[in-house]
């Protein structure tokens, strides 16, 4: 049984999908994609046998596809959900769910309507191995309560145009999907603290940034993002609990120490970090949707982490503690 898929979107995410879909994911087909700049949709289609279309509407109203997967920029997010609900069509959104908190709601009031979930968002690190380690080790309980969790988030580099909110809203927004689903609690506060401005990044990007994140049950969570730290792609996690720790380093291979010196590859970018989990994602996506369920990260899941967001950018810009406030969880997502 063989899945047809969708794609909307093929810039550099949406072309990624593709590739991963039709090159190594058993049981899937991309049959269609579509991007507003038609001509870079049709080489994606070219290459993979399908169909090209300008408008992603087109391609959620085609009868041959069957699921789709949005990879299209964030602020069509929620046009395009509410069309595969409304055509009762699986969707794979890549985050955000939808940029502000009111999108997101009402994707999730139309979402909360139907029988079963139909949406899951892309928080592709819950796929890692690494991370599916580090948190059946806080499952397990063997180190405690936890107390405190440190992240660090480096990006070597950001394309032109990046923002200091982008930091939140593109980088940070991993690390509040983790911390939810890693404690299994609701963040109910952010603040961000502004460091000494690295000089080698844009003029105008405050970056590195401090993001500290308060739970429902009172764990502490500090955020570091540094997004033009040169040097590599640097993702690093440490829990600390009441009767020990648990650690994920920013590299799955093979650290070498010898001779008085540490020796071990830095990930160039997200791709080769995560690229593991990516693949794992579009599986695990792809196998439930064909048994007819979706249990991946919810719309629950990328409301939540949009709300934490809003918060996080309201500090940076105006200063001090903001408090997240959540609406009351749909009976879909308990």
């Known amino acids: 049984m063989t899945l047809r898929i969708g794609v909307v979107g093929t810039g550099q995410m949406g072309r990624y999908h593709v590739e991963r879909l039709a090159g190594g994911v058993p049981d899937a087909e991309v049959v269609a994609v579509s991007d507003v700049y038609v001509e870079g949709a049709k080489q994606v289609a070219e290459q993979v046998g399908a169909r090209a279309y300008a408008d992603g509407h087109e391609l959620v109203a085609d009868d041959q596809v069957e699921a789709v997967l949005i990879a299209s920029p964030g602020f069509t997010h929620e046009e395009f959900t509410l069309a595969c609900l409304a055509a009762d069509k699986p969707v794979l959104c890549e985050k955000p769910l939808a940029p502000t908190i009111d999108a997101c709601l009402r994707v999730l009031e139309a979402e909360a309507a139907k029988p079963r979930r139909l949406i899951q968002v892309g928080f592709m690190r819950r796929y890692d191995d690494g991370f599916r380690a580090m948190k059946a080790a806080v499952d397990e309980g063997g180190v405690g309560r936890p107390l405190l969790l440190h992240c660090r988030h480096r990006n070597p580099s950001v394309p032109p145009g990046f ?52 739970t429902a049950d009172g764990v502490l969570v500090d955020v570091e993002s540094f997004v033009t730290c040169q040097f590599g792609y640097d993702i690093r996690y440490e829990l600390v609990a009441e009767a020990g720790t648990v650690a994920l380093g920013e590299q799955p291979g093979v650290q070498v120490r010898h001779q008085g010196q540490h020796h071990g590859p830095i990930p160039a970018d997200y791709k080769e ?62």
Do not use: C, N
């Open 273 to 334: 970090r995560f690229g593991a989990a990516y693949q794992r994602e579009l599986e695990e996506w792809v196998s439930g949707v064909l048994r007819g369920e979706v249990v991946g990260p919810s719309a629950w899941d990328g409301y939540a982490t949009t709300a934490v967001a809003e918060a996080a950018v309201e500090s940076l810009t105006k200063g001090g503690r903001v408090a997240v406030e959540l609406a009351e969880r749909p009976a879909l997502y308990a």
């Open 163 to 214: 923002t200091s909110d982008m930091m939140i809203t593109d980088s940070v927004v991993h690390d509040i999907d983790v911390t939810r689903w890693l404690l299994g609690q609701e963040i109910v506060a952010a603040t961000v603290f502004k460091a000494r401005p690295s000089s080698l990044a844009p003029e105008g990007l405050q970056d590195p940034q401090m993001v500290l994140l308060e």
